[in-house]
């Protein structure tokens, strides 16, 4: 049975979830009656079965609580991001239908933030008080442990972490199983080395985020231990993999960059024997960045593409990547087609759009614009990227859809240059984009991130210019170049473009961008 509750009858006082550094630990047997003390909560305010819940909660216990006991009480739930401002929190309630509401005062800017935002949703605050909103520890308190009378499925609804545009509910429909069945989205996650109930996962980043909520779910629902990072640091994580003696774990390259600028005699002292899968995506991972994590790891490493849509996915490993650099693997879930502006298929190595053929069901809420045009004639769904397939099956891809670069009738793929520019030691990261040009339409610019400002820019943005020279052809060479010590980025690390290219496109109105 692959349903925390089972193990909270078989192995009840088994560590199910620890949460670092706080130190915090919740055992299957407390998870258990979290979840049915929050069930109880959401039936007595009146939630039923197919009402919509949101939280805002930071990785910690109660976040747990709240997503297994909506779980199980049948409910739709958005996890939502705790670095929303009062307006957008206002606005993704609204937008979901929330009935009831968890807002975090520890995690949450909640300043402005009253009850009557929310309508007539109940409103619950964590960990200290909001002006007209319950006290969540009180009320959970008051709460029975044991089961409502009317279990049913529920499930998440995740926002997209608004890569390209404003977050949208991604919307899909509930399997018909009971709520202690498995779910059949972890049946790829059981085909990973020793995933049962020996395994140990180290969470990375928040768990309002898709991947990182999947991959705990799935180990509890094995009976394994979740270790859980409050927030993210190379040291912390290193620390927390040998202490614990972590078999798994998810990252993002913002994170392998970070481990891999630590001081090499510090990174080496670590155990880290215990090590077993490694999985890595949600943003391109540099070839050489992932050469050095492979040299430093061995090849356990697991790279995947897919999307908090759901539509399909491409996965590969370490020895596959060593053999195809640059790939993000071949389809395990649903088949690629790589479609040309016209949504007629191209032939192998020809650069399109990547769509994938599967039975797989979604919509984005509120928004049937958007969902149509996800979608080709075919049927055939997209995340919004721009890739080809070599001979093997191989995907490889280039950028976004909506960062491709128009500059004289020519499109341009921004991670091309940025694959080039990050090889430079000076480079800790780069975005590339087009910024509004009268002759060209779009003109290159990249913007890069250092550690320090360099004291001759014009120097640096021209050696630079020379590195690109010597890979690309001329119109790809950026005109322009930025140089800023910090990037606008999610709480993943995940990098905020569209952010940044508003900024600067907004700049220009008043200033000359770049050198």
Known sequence: MAHPSHYAQTMPEKIAAVFIPGGREITYSQLEEGANRVANLLRSAGIKTGDAVLFCVENCPEFLYLGWGCQRAGVIFTPASTKLSADDLRYIARDCGARAVFVSVAAVNSAGLLASDFGSAACFALGG???????????????????IHDPARGREMMYSSGTTGRPKGVRKPIPPIAF???????????????????????????????????????????????????HFDAVQALHAMEKFRVTHSLWVPTMFHRLLRLDPGMRMQFDLSSHRVAMHGAAPCPIHIKEAMIEWWGPILEEYYAGTEGIGACAISSLEWLAHKGSVGRAVEGIVHILADDETEVASGSTGTVYFESDAGFAYWNDIDKTAASRSKQGWWTYGDIGHLDEEGYLYLSDRRDFTIISGGVNIYPQEIENILVTDDRVLDVAVFGLPDDEYGEVVHAVVQVDRQPGTPHVLAEELRALCRSKLGPIRVPRSFSFVLDFPRLPTGKLQKKLLRDTFVRSMKSSSVGI
């Open 129 to 147: 008080a909001i002006p007209g909103f319950k006290r969540f520890e009180d009320a959970l308190r008051a709460c029975p442990v044991t089961s």
């Open 180 to 230: 202690r069945d498995m779910d059949p989205r972890d049946a790829s996650f059981a085909s990973k080395p020793g995933v049962d109930m020996s395994m140990v996962h180290l969470c990375t980043s928040p768990l309002y985020h898709a991947a990182p909520h999947r991959n705990v779910s799935a180990t509890l629902a094995f009976g394994g231990t979740a270790v859980v990072m409050e």
